[in-house]
């Protein structure tokens, strides 16, 4: 007889992002409708056609941790490290009670840490090699998150990091629940981080054509399946949670936010920024989550769209959902949590992951916001929840996340 | 920028405002109370950090030495900075280093 399969738990949540510096912030915001998209202010932007995104707002890390400390990680291994305190502290585990090399690390990061990098190559230009600082490297490595984390808790299990574009944060999910199913690890710390709106950040987004351009109107310019949305809304922070074999959170009696329950991953092969068009590798991904769960497709209630705001993606995201679900996408609930946070990149799939779990905790669902006239003609006629949040069970949900470079990744969620 | 040396035509190096100068820089850089930095407080000593011991890392000075060359405008090529213990060393090179160039000015 088979053994049965390790099931694998969240315990933890924690979150930094533009609408605000904890949870509990993040939720109130999301129930209520709300913006965390603004004019920036970290730089000058009067040489940028775009001007606006989501800053995570009055964060000081050195409430945190000693400030030299602070001065030896970048901004997204602060958010990683400061959204972790918040998911372990949640969770109540005691790492000093647990088999060290049992705990693990798996964090998402599409970009790491890019302005260190930028600071870096302007000392490098302006001032030569020799003055380049020995922390430019340390900082700016993709995987700085996950081994500061490993670092300050102790955790010496699994550590790695993903980085699959704007899927970053959920490939690392997938990947932790996979540690602890597979029996490499009891406790996973994952999710992902960005801090990527810096000047090459943004120059770079622009460029290539992905972003909103609507300066005049900030708050509503993450406008996911809405006919007048013209780009995605550049964000950062970190989403990260506390996973967890589930006999291991039962037996200290943790508390249960959600069981993950099915993992899909795919690729579109097919081109490096554009999604597939009939969304052939996303709907792949959300069947084969599904199929791992053990679900049945017309069982899904809600779906967290990847939802970023952009005219191709969003089309394709319905069309896959479509071709998944047949009848039953026009009784599915949808909702891009983008619409108020914008597209924070590589942690992107943490802090919507954390929005799911919240929402099995509550029985609330948040709204797509700015989502006044669907993209009807181009087949965006679906329940997006339309800018109001409503309050339902749910027991089943799917959370997506789709990366430049094709990457899909759809993690299926229970209630447990 | 006060690096420590007298105003121009005065040919002698004012030690106690370099020595007070530097564990400022050190209390800054290092997040240690003034009072915790003595001439014989070791750099890497290897334990905690506490009264004998900045509690740094390798990388911690080198970055720290780079902020001395900035703030006295002088070169510590790494097979210098290498012998530097204490604090007391690096106040004693620095002054080392000032005079050298007060001297190759006259």
Known sequence: ?416 | MDNGSHPEGCNVIDKQAIETRVIELISEHFNTPKDNIKRSTTFQGGGQAGADDIGADSLDVVEFIMELEDEFDIQIPDTDAEKIRTVGDVIDYIIGKLEERKNQEQ
């Open chain 1, 1 to 416: 007889m088979a053994t049965p399969r390790r099931r694998v738990v969240i315990t933890g949540l924690g979150t930094v992002n533009p609408l605000g510096l904890s949870c509990e912030e993040y939720w109130r915001g999301l129930v209520n409708g709300q913006s965390g998209i603004a004019l920036l202010t970290s730089f000058d932007t009067s040489q940028f056609k775009v001007k606006f995104g989501g800053e995570v707002k009055n964060f000081n890390p050195e409430a945190y941790f000693d400030k030299v400390s602070v001065r030896k990680v970048d901004r997204f291994t602060q958010f990683a490290l400061v959204a972790a305190e918040e998911a372990i502290r949640d969770s109540g585990i005691d790492f000093g009670r647990e088999d060290p090399f049992r705990c693990g690390c798996i964090l998402g990061s599409g970009i790491g840490g890019l302005k260190e990098f930028e600071l870096g190559h302007e000392t490098l230009l302006s001032k030569g090699p020799t003055r380049v600082n020995p922390f430019v490297i340390p900082k700016m490595i993709v995987n700085s998150a996950a081994g500061n984390i490993s670092i300050r808790y102790g955790l010496r299990g699994p550590n790695t990091t993903v980085s699959t574009a704007c899927s970053s944060a959920a490939h690392a999910i997938a990947d932790a629940c996979t540690a602890i199913r597979c029996g490499y690890a009891d406790v996973m710390i994952t999710g992902g981080s960005e801090a990527a709106v810096t000047p090459m950040g943004l120059a770079g987004f622009i460029a290539c054509r992905a972003l909103s351009e609507r300066n005049e109107d900030p708050a509503g310019a993450s406008r996911p399946f809405d006919k007048d949305r013209d780009g995605f809304v550049l964000s950062e922070g970190a989403g990260i949670l506390v996973l967890e074999e589930y006999e291991h959170a039962k037996a200290r009696n943790a508390n249960i936010y959600a069981e993950i329950c099915g993992i899909g991953n795919t690729a579109d092969a097919y081109h490096i920024t554009q999604p597939h068009e009939e969304g052939l590798g996303a709907a792949e991904a959300m069947r084969a989550a599904i199929r791992d769960a053990g679900w049945n497709p017309d069982e899904v209630q809600y779906i967290n769209a990847h939802g970023t705001s952009t005219p191709l993606g969003d089309v394709a995201e319905t069309k896959a959902i479509k071709i998944v679900f047949g009848d039953h996408a026009r009784k599915l609930m949808i909702s891009s949590t983008k619409s108020m946070i914008g597209h924070l990149l590589g942690a992107s799939g943490g802090a919507e992951a954390v929005a799911c779990a919240l929402s099995i905790r509550h029985g609330v669902l948040h709204p797509t916001i700015n989502l006044h006239r669907p993209d009807i003609e181009c087949g965006c006629d679906l329940d997006y929840i339309p800018n109001v949040a409503r309050e339902v069970r749910v027991k089943k949900v799917l959370s997506n996340s789709f990366g430049f470079g094709g990457h899909n990744c759809c993690l299926a969620l229970g209630a447990v």
